[in-house]
């Protein structure tokens, strides 16, 4: 169902098979690796992707009247060197707006280099509130490298602090850099010593051995040392470029204004990062599970979304195609009604015919976390996570999907899942589990699927 017909681009003539991440005709355009911000609220995320990229993630008008990030925000930037070998360091990094091209003047007075565009990142801007982690968790399933950020007027660790680190170890990222933010407001002595609190609260996790850099966001007082620690310490991940493609959808807009007429409509628009292969303007695509529905028995039923792509977007960068890494927005013909206000987050899209099959329950192999994270209590018999039980409800984060479960049966570190809500998905996928306690969702462990019963898709 949309389709419309593929006219023949530019796009088609690429070999995918001599592009990599850092391909002058990708990176020109698109971002390739993905890194999140992640810390407890109020702790700088924002302030520290609009001082590196020169973009404000924080856009509705709810988040700006709270001044929060509710949604999950993005930004892209560009991230240069000087190429005069005697222009000092962290000074001949920069960074801008993902429209910077490479080739203008060093800012550096008498150095009289270029800059040369090493890295193009999408920056994926979580929030920090406490009953905004299943957010989070969608946002971790695009990340390649994690910026963990903590606020130096505050102890550490703060509650969502420990929680997102524990998330993003339950995700496996390797990459972590972390800012020691709002140096400003403190005197050296105190640094030094939340500085030793950190190195306390990081030994034996993921993010042990990586390196704290203090700074001030929001006097972008060493930003350039942020971006030689990008450049030189987050590698960029292996990407396959030649199979068949598969995009996770972590947001979805309707970009018609009110009023529009009829002949002027756009179709919906899914943002979200591609997992493999490459997806070119005119490409035919498919979405899973698509629109779900219920029939009289209670049965569950999944109709793909079908369509051509009508553009491929990073930013302002119009794109004839887009590759793994980054966040793009993939212009349809779909209904905007389907697409509007992220009514689209946790489906998959890719090439017709290729991709996982629609899971509605799953077993998994699960983990629990030994105690609560992210909640404060002087009750240490209420900090411990309590094992599984029958019947009990779940928040299950499968990818970019959010979705309420059931616990069918446990047995060992075995439990059968039941899903409120249909994903694509596959064998082998992280499955992140969130408990309601005390009315908010907090982590309590994480798992993997061993096995499922899927729904075949009515096409």
């Known amino acids: 169902m949309f389709v419309c017909g593929k006219k023949k681009t530019m796009a088609d003539n690429i070999d995918v098979r001599k592009l990599t991440p850092l391909s002058p005709e990708v990176i020109s355009r698109q971002a390739t690796i993905n890194i999140g911000t992640i810390g407890h609220v109020a702790h700088g995320k924002s302030t520290i992707v609009k001082a590196i990229s020169g973009v404000q993630t924080v856009r509705f008008e709810k988040e700006l009247k709270q001044n929060i990030t509710i949604k999950l925000g993005y930004a892209n930037a560009k991230i240069f060197k000087c190429d005069n070998d005697g222009c000092p360091r962290p000074g001949c990094y920069k960074s801008f707006k993902s429209d910077k091209n490479e080739g203008f ?18 920056f994926v801007d979580c929030p920090g509130h406490d009953i905004l982690m ?20 505050e102890p550490c660790p703060q509650p969502q602090t420990a929680e997102h ?13 972390i800012l020691q933010n709002k140096v400003d407001l403190m005197k050296e002595a105190a640094a030094q010593e939340h500085h030793e609190q ?14 704290i850099i203090p700074l001030s966001a929001q006097l972008k007082c060493n930003i350039d040392v942020v971006n030689e620690y990008i450049v030189r310490r987050v590698p960029i991940p292996p990407r396959d470029f030649s199979s068949k493609p598969k995009l996770i959808i972590i947001r979805s807009f309707d970009v018609n204004k009110p009023g529009a007429e009829v002949a002027d409509l756009k179709g919906g628009v899914a943002g979200g990062s591609i997992l493999r292969g490459v997806l070119r303007v005119g490409d035919e695509v498919e979405v899973r599970p698509g629109l779900v529905t219920k ?35 993939v212009g349809t013909r779909i209904d905007p009604t389907i697409c509007r206000a992220d009514r689209l987050v946790g489906h998959v899209m890719g090439a017709v015919g290729h991709l996982p099959a629609i899971y509605v329950e799953i077993e998994i192999q699960y983990f629990l976390l030994r105690k609560l994270l992210g909640v404060k209590t002087d009750n240490k018999r209420r900090s411990e996570v309590d094992a599984l039980t029958k019947h ?27 899903l409120t809500t249909p994903a694509c998905t596959q064998v082998g996928e992280k499955v992140a589990l969130s408990r309601r306690i005390e009315k908010h969702w907090r982590l309590i462990g994480w798992g993997h699927i061993i096995r499922g019963t899927t729904t075949e898709p009515e096409l």
């Open 105 to 122: 003047s060093c800012e550096r007075p008498g150095c009289g280099g270029k800059m040369k565009l090493l890295r193009h990142v999408s």
């Open 134 to 153: 299943a957010t989070m968790l969608n946002g971790a399933a695009v990340m390649d490298a994690a910026i963990l950020l903590i606020a130096g007027n």
């Open 165 to 177: 680190l524990a998330a993003i170890q339950i995700m496996k990222l390797r990459n972590v850099l």
């Open 198 to 211: 950190i190195l306390k609260f990081i030994r034996g996790t993921v993010a042990d051995g990586a390196p």
């Open 295 to 329: 029939d009289a028995e209670g049965r569950v039923r999944c109709r793909p979304l079908f369509s051509r792509i009508a553009s491929l977007l990073a930013e302002q960068n119009d794109l004839r195609f887009a590759v793994p890494g980054g966040l793009i927005g």
């Open 392 to 418: 009990e409800v779940l928040l299950a984060n499968i990818g970019s999907t959010s979705c309420g479960c059931k616990v069918l049966s446990v047995k060992a570190d075995l439990a059968k899942i039941q």
